[in-house]
């Protein structure tokens, strides 16, 4: 009983938001990307991308072959209506105009992610600056 107790009172797993530079960064072995996604598997937290990263990240082609290895390793996020309005709240309050960032940051704050793993941080951080909850940071 003691045993079943214990386990409902493990948190569940922090999130980690990864970008488009974070994803071309870790297929183009960036030495730094890699390590701070294996450090966060490694820690067991919940490694995710949203939907739209896909689209800033592959053409179609053959040349797709090392982000896709990266994509299969993570869990890609389908893009909620929810997720959807958040990016048009946040793009509103920050007075800024990419989408994909702010579906990102969307993701993060709909997802209780903790943390989003990004090339271009600051962005991100206007975005999230009422989220102090979520640490933006850079590849």
Same mark, same amino acid.
């Not at 079943?4 to 922090?14: N, Q, T, W």
């Not at 730094?32 to 592959?58: F, H, I, K, N, S």
């Not at 290895?69 to 389908?78: I, N, S, T, W």
């Not at 960032?101 to 709909?110: H, K």
């Given at each position: 009983?003691?045993?079943?107790?214990?386990?409902?009172?493990?948190?569940?797993?922090?999130?980690?938001?990864?970008?488009? @530079? !974070?994803? #071309? =960064?870790?297929?183009? @072995?960036? #030495?730094?990307?890699?390590?701070?996604?294996?450090?966060?598997?490694? $820690? +067991?937290?919940?490694?995710? &991308?949203?939907?739209?990263?896909?689209?800033?990240?592959?053409? =179609?082609?053959?040349?797709?072959? /090392?982000?896709?290895?990266?994509?299969?390793?993570?869990?890609?996020?389908?893009?909620?209506?929810?997720? =959807?309005? @958040?990016? @048009?709240? $946040? $793009? +509103?309050?920050? =007075?800024?105009?990419?989408?994909?960032?702010?579906?990102?940051? !969307?993701?993060? &704050?709909?997802?209780?992610?903790?943390? &989003?793993?990004? +090339?271009? /941080?600051?962005?991100?951080?206007? $975005?999230? #600056?009422?989220?102090?909850? #979520?640490? &933006?940071?850079?590849?």
């Amino acid at each position: 009983m003691a045993r079943a107790a214990r386990a409902r009172a493990i948190p569940p797993p922090e999130r980690l938001i990864l970008d488009s @530079g !974070a994803i #071309i =960064g870790w297929s183009r @072995g960036d #030495i730094r990307a890699r390590a701070m996604v294996q450090r966060a598997v490694e $820690l +067991g937290l919940d490694v995710r &991308v949203p939907v739209v990263v896909l689209a800033e990240t592959l053409r =179609g082609s053959g040349r797709d072959a /090392p982000v896709n290895r990266v994509l299969k390793a993570v869990d890609v996020l389908p893009t909620a209506a929810a997720v =959807g309005r @958040g990016a @048009g709240a $946040l $793009l +509103g309050r920050a =007075g800024t105009e990419n989408i994909a960032d702010a579906l990102v940051a !969307a993701e993060a &704050v709909e997802s209780a992610a903790t943390t &989003v793993l990004t +090339g271009d /941080p600051d962005d991100l951080t206007a $975005l999230l #600056i009422d989220r102090p909850e #979520i640490t &933006v940071r850079r590849v």
